[in-house]
């Protein structure tokens, strides 16, 4: 990765100001370099959502001039602290603006909100002739660039990647998304994928035996149908949890339906969901939890949920080899 271009901008929320550069950083800054590369990819690996740069007026005049990205970065970045100056549960930072390359030379514009952190340091001081060490708190030390990104964006193409968390502002919803960028809210997958879940609970219980496979069969449909397609398809999952139950299957797209769930949700960075769901976390109503991957759910050589007449379950685990 290549960094053609970058700048900083302070929004000092506890002073109560915002101090913007007017020249982008040294290229050749190692520091700056590092710190940025590491950022980017943490930002590429989180979930986040897409939006077309034409529908983003804002990012797009960002990225379409790039002769004036210093002093269009530094617009945004004083509108973003006017927006948030009177708002106590929305952090200060640096928001750190680029313009980079990768390695297939594909060009890359973003910005990456660095949240404040409170750090005790140890403080060397002079009192008269006399030394004397103390601690201070520093309330503004920058992230390490491997934290999860909460607010920021990357253009690549034609294509914005937002990472945009949701906050409470006075009692309203706040998010970077809609109030700075000025785009419409879009649900994030694992916001669908929880409500997927919840519907299929509901129907299971109604109509068929809520078993400690129903969550784990859920799962496993979802990374199945990801994998195969980067999307959600709900009667993928209605066929593979609810199988020969016609009405459940029924009962479940109708509910998803009326919940705001589109029969296909696109999964746009889906290898993050398929690392996430490969495995399974099953829990036993005995305190014991265990880890399957999602291949083996149903292979009787390998692991068996038998029923016993008293209506408990045992787990058999098969063919472990000794290591």
């Known amino acids: 990765?290549?960094?053609?271009?970058?700048?900083?901008?302070?929004?000092?929320?506890?002073?109560?100001?915002?101090?913007?550069?007017?020249?982008?950083?040294?290229?050749?800054?190692?520091?700056?370099?590092?710190?940025?590369q590491k950022a980017i990819e943490k930002l590429m690996k989180t979930e986040y959502t897409e939006a077309n740069l034409a529908d983003c007026r804002v990012v797009a005049n960002l990225v379409n001039h790039p002769a004036d990205f210093v002093a269009n970065?530094?617009?945004?970045?004083?509108?973003?602290?006017?927006?948030?100056?009177?708002?106590?549960?929305i952090n200060g930072g640096d928001l750190l603006f680029f313009r980079a390359q990768n390695d297939d030379l594909v060009d890359m514009t973003g910005m990456i909100k660095l949240d404040y952190n409170a750090k005790y340091l140890h403080s060397i001081e002079y009192d008269e002739d006399l030394l004397v060490n103390t601690i201070i708190q520093n309330k503004t030390i920058l992230p390490a660039p491997v934290t999860t990104v909460k607010d920021g964006f990357l253009v690549m193409g034609d294509t914005i990647r937002i990472q945009s968390k949701k906050y409470d502002n006075n009692g309203e919803d706040w998010t970077f998304a809609q109030n700075i960028l000025q785009i419409p809210v879009v649900k994030k997958v694992s916001e669908e994928i929880k409500v997927i879940e919840r519907t299929?609970?509901?129907?299971?219980?109604?109509?068929?035996?809520?078993?400690?496979?129903?969550?784990p069969e859920t799962h496993k449909a979802v990374y199945e149908s990801i994998k195969k397609d980067e999307q959600?398809?709900?009667?993928?999952?209605?066929?593979?949890?609810?199988?020969?139950n016609p009405e459940?299957?029924?009962?479940?797209?109708?509910?998803?339906?009326?919940?705001?769930?589109?029969?296909?949700?696109?999964?746009p960075n889906a290898p993050i969901f398929e690392k996430k769901y490969q495995k399974q976390k099953i829990k036993?109503?005995?305190?014991?939890?265990?880890?399957?991957?999602?291949?083996?759910?149903?292979?009787k050589d390998v692991v068996e949920f038998r029923t016993n007449p008293d209506g408990t379950m045992s787990v058999i685990v098969k063919n472990v080899e000794r290591e």
């Not at 970065?73 to 549960?89: E, V």
């Not at 959600?232 to 020969?244: G, L, P, R, T, W």
């Open 73 to 89: 970065s530094a617009q945004i970045s004083l509108d973003f602290f006017d927006a948030i100056k009177g708002a106590t549960k």
């Open 284 to 299: 036993l109503g005995n305190g014991i939890e265990m880890t399957v991957p999602v291949d083996v759910l149903k292979n």
């Open 1 to 36: 990765m290549r960094i053609v271009e970058a700048v900083v901008h302070v929004m000092d929320k506890d002073s109560g100001n915002v101090v913007v550069s007017h020249k982008a950083v040294d290229p050749s800054d190692v520091v700056m370099e590092e710190y940025l």
């Open 248 to 267: 459940a299957k029924v009962a479940f797209r109708e509910k998803l339906k009326e919940r705001g769930v589109s029969e296909t949700v696109r999964v």
């Open 200 to 215: 299929v609970k509901e129907t299971a219980k109604k109509y068929t035996e809520n078993d400690v496979l129903t969550v």
């Open 232 to 244: 959600i398809d709900s009667e993928y999952v209605a066929e593979k949890v609810f199988q020969d």
